[in-house]
Nanobody
Framework: QVQLVESGGGLVQTGGSLRLSCAAS????????MGWFRQAPGKEREFVAT????????DYPDSVKGRFTISRDNAKNTVYLQMNSLNPEDTAVYYC???????????????????WGQGTQVTVSS
């Protein structure tokens, strides 16, 4: 079993930055790919970023590419999402997700993730 706890959300002005953290408990964090997703009110859940087990592979949708950076520290069982140049369209609840043990490959497919955090709110004011 894996528990994920996100932190770092909040209110920021357009053009600002935030760094989200996701602390994982449980076994074998370093053997799992991780991802970030978001969901705005009235919208479907959206892929934001993914990272493979050792940080060597990352992927982003065009909507955040060049502005968001995912990283991980396996020694701390933590994955991060650095978000720069934020705009109001980035307003959403952001969720951290983990794949099953030994599923090391990064993926944008939410159905490939077995564990989810409770989410952290990010609000960008115009």
């Amino acid at each position: 079993q894996v528990q994920l706890v996100e932190s770092g959300g909040g209110l920021v002005q357009t053009g600002g930055s935030l760094r989200l953290s996701c602390a994982a408990s449980g076994r074998a964090f370093s053997s799992r790919a991780m991802g970030w997703f978001r969901q705005a009110p009235g919208k479907e859940r959206e892929f934001v970023a993914t990272i493979n087990w050792n940080g060597g592979t990352t992927d982003y949708p065009d909507s955040v590419k060049g502005r968001f950076t995912i990283s991980r520290d396996n020694a701390k069982n933590t994955v991060y999402l650095q978000m720069n140049s934020l705009n109001p369209e980035d307003t959403a609840v952001y969720y951290c997700a983990a794949r099953s043990q030994f599923e090391r490959s990064a993926t944008s497919r939410p159905e490939s993730y077995d564990y989810w955090g409770q989410g952290t709110q990010v609000t960008v004011s115009s």
